[in-house]
C-alpha cells in the first residue's frame, strides 16, 4: 500500500478503524463535520511554515472542508 499523508495517513488509524470514524461514532456526523471545518482552518494557517512548499497542507485543508460538507474524499477516485 502506497504511503498517502493526505487521504488515508496510516498514523490515523488503529488496525483497520481510522480516527475519523472512531471520532464520529462517539461523537456523532455533525461535531466531527465541525471538527473537519476547524482542522481545515488549522492547516490553512500554518501553510509554509512546517513544510517549504505548501501543497500538503492544501490538499489536508481541502480533504477536511470537503468531509465537513458530507462529502468523505475517501470515497472518491482521487
Not at 483497520?16 to 490553512?44: H, N, R, S, W
Not at 489536508?60 to 477516485?77: E, F, N, Q, V
Amino acid at each position: 500500500m502506497k504511503l498517502d499523508n493526505v487521504h488515508q495517513p496510516t498514523h490515523y488509524a488503529l488496525e483497520t478503524v481510522e480516527c475519523i470514524d472512531a471520532m464520529a461514532q462517539v461523537f456523532g456526523p455533525k461535531a466531527v463535520e465541525k471538527y473537519a471545518e476547524i482542522a481545515a482552518f488549522k492547516y490553512l494557517w500554518r501553510m509554509n511554515k512546517k513544510h517549504t512548499a505548501s501543497k500538503e497542507d492544501k490538499q489536508k485543508a481541502i480533504w477536511y472542508l470537503r468531509y465537513s460538507m458530507g462529502d468523505d474524499p475517501r470515497s472518491s477516485d482521487e
